[in-house]
């Protein structure tokens, strides 16, 4: 690649992603929970996780513009000022100190800046808090399994998605589920996140939380999350894992601790009493799409 062609395609990736940028302001995200079509920006964080990753997101972002600029201006400068015809008699420079030890320090200094907060960040999500409620989450061929523990009431369900025919106004096409998992609005949920033993890996995640695990056969992944806000918030596996991969999105409602208590009382009648569900069942014929 000739510094021509490295020009124009440093210049070429600065101008979409401050195309993104701008976009990304004007937008303002009118939903949340889901994405809107035409969406070009995250989704509405509501965990203080979602919002630090997009605060990282953001730094790194002005930060590699500032470096496209930078070299691109570099660039323009040498092809203008130190072509054959403006500068016939080229200097024969080959060492300069000072600049040597720059863009060697420079760079590490930039690296580090954008190492604290990553560390933070990471450190934030690791650690998991006691939670107020644990979640056992089972990914299965095709659908999710929710498992709710004994001082919640015991019970577990699965969820699938809505076939298009069930659509009801207010539902998303494709995100929609018959049986959300519900929890309540500014408490700790701790996920212990696995998959069917007999099945695949799927990976549960869900943007406006700001959390993706990958749910594994055979071994317990945690993650947590507190949301801030009520709502129903929707997510997709996200591990390519098979014929209805895109066909198990994830919808967690978000509501009022009297509302999910109210919940409780109902979800445990309608899934306790009913056959146990083999949470490591082959749900494909459920699946009856
Ligand atoms: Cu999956």
Redesign the pocket.
Same mark, same amino acid.
């Given at each position: 690649m000739n510094l021509r062609t490295m020009g124009q395609k440093f210049a070429s990736s600065a101008g979409a992603a401050a195309l993104t940028l701008v976009a990304g302001a004007a937008m303002a995200q009118e939903g949340y929970g889901h994405a809107e079509p035409g969406q070009m920006d995250f989704q509405m964080p509501v965990t203080e996780v979602a919002r630090d990753i997009q605060d990282l997101h953001k730094l790194v972002l002005i930060i590699i513009v500032a470096i496209m600029l930078f070299v691109l201006a570099l660039l323009v400068a040498v092809i203008v000022k130190f072509n054959e015809k403006a500068n016939p008699t080229p200097s024969r420079t080959t060492h300069h100190t000072g600049l040597e030890v720059a863009w060697t320090v420079i760079p590490i200094l930039i690296l580090v800046v954008m190492a604290i907060p990553s560390f933070r960040l990471l450190t934030k999500q690791l650690t998991i808090p006691k939670g107020d409620i644990t979640l056992k989450i089972t =990914?299965e061929?095709?659908a999710w399994n929710y498992a709710y523990p004994k001082d919640q009431g015991d019970f577990d369900f699965i969820s699938e998605i809505k076939p298009d025919k069930q659509l009801k106004p207010g539902d998303i096409r494709q995100l929609s589920v018959d049986n959300e998992a519900v929890v309540p609005v500014n408490k700790v949920i701790d996920l212990i996140v696995t998959a069917d033993p007999t099945g695949? #890996?799927? $990976?549960f995640t869900v943007p406006s939380f700001g959390i993706r695990v990958d749910?594994v056969p055979g071994r317990l992944n945690q993650t947590w999350f507190k949301a801030e806000r009520e709502g129903i918030y929707y997510g997709q !596996? $996200?591990? #390519? !894992? =098979?014929k209805?991969?895109a066909f198990?999105p994830i919808a967690i409602r978000v509501v009022s601790e009297e509302a999910y208590q109210a919940w409780l009382v109902d979800a445990k009648k309608k899934f306790a009493s009913a056959a146990p569900v083999n949470e490591f069942a082959d749900n494909n014929s459920a699946a009856a799409r």
């Amino acid at each position: 690649m000739n510094l021509r062609t490295m020009g124009q395609k440093f210049a070429s990736s600065a101008g979409a992603a401050a195309l993104t940028l701008v976009a990304g302001a004007a937008m303002a995200q009118e939903g949340y929970g889901h994405a809107e079509p035409g969406q070009m920006d995250f989704q509405m964080p509501v965990t203080e996780v979602a919002r630090d990753i997009q605060d990282l997101h953001k730094l790194v972002l002005i930060i590699i513009v500032a470096i496209m600029l930078f070299v691109l201006a570099l660039l323009v400068a040498v092809i203008v000022k130190f072509n054959e015809k403006a500068n016939p008699t080229p200097s024969r420079t080959t060492h300069h100190t000072g600049l040597e030890v720059a863009w060697t320090v420079i760079p590490i200094l930039i690296l580090v800046v954008m190492a604290i907060p990553s560390f933070r960040l990471l450190t934030k999500q690791l650690t998991i808090p006691k939670g107020d409620i644990t979640l056992k989450i089972t =990914g299965e061929q095709w659908a999710w399994n929710y498992a709710y523990p004994k001082d919640q009431g015991d019970f577990d369900f699965i969820s699938e998605i809505k076939p298009d025919k069930q659509l009801k106004p207010g539902d998303i096409r494709q995100l929609s589920v018959d049986n959300e998992a519900v929890v309540p609005v500014n408490k700790v949920i701790d996920l212990i996140v696995t998959a069917d033993p007999t099945g695949v #890996i799927h $990976s549960f995640t869900v943007p406006s939380f700001g959390i993706r695990v990958d749910a594994v056969p055979g071994r317990l992944n945690q993650t947590w999350f507190k949301a801030e806000r009520e709502g129903i918030y929707y997510g997709q !596996c $996200s591990k #390519i !894992c =098979g014929k209805d991969h895109a066909f198990m999105p994830i919808a967690i409602r978000v509501v009022s601790e009297e509302a999910y208590q109210a919940w409780l009382v109902d979800a445990k009648k309608k899934f306790a009493s009913a056959a146990p569900v083999n949470e490591f069942a082959d749900n494909n014929s459920a699946a009856a799409r």
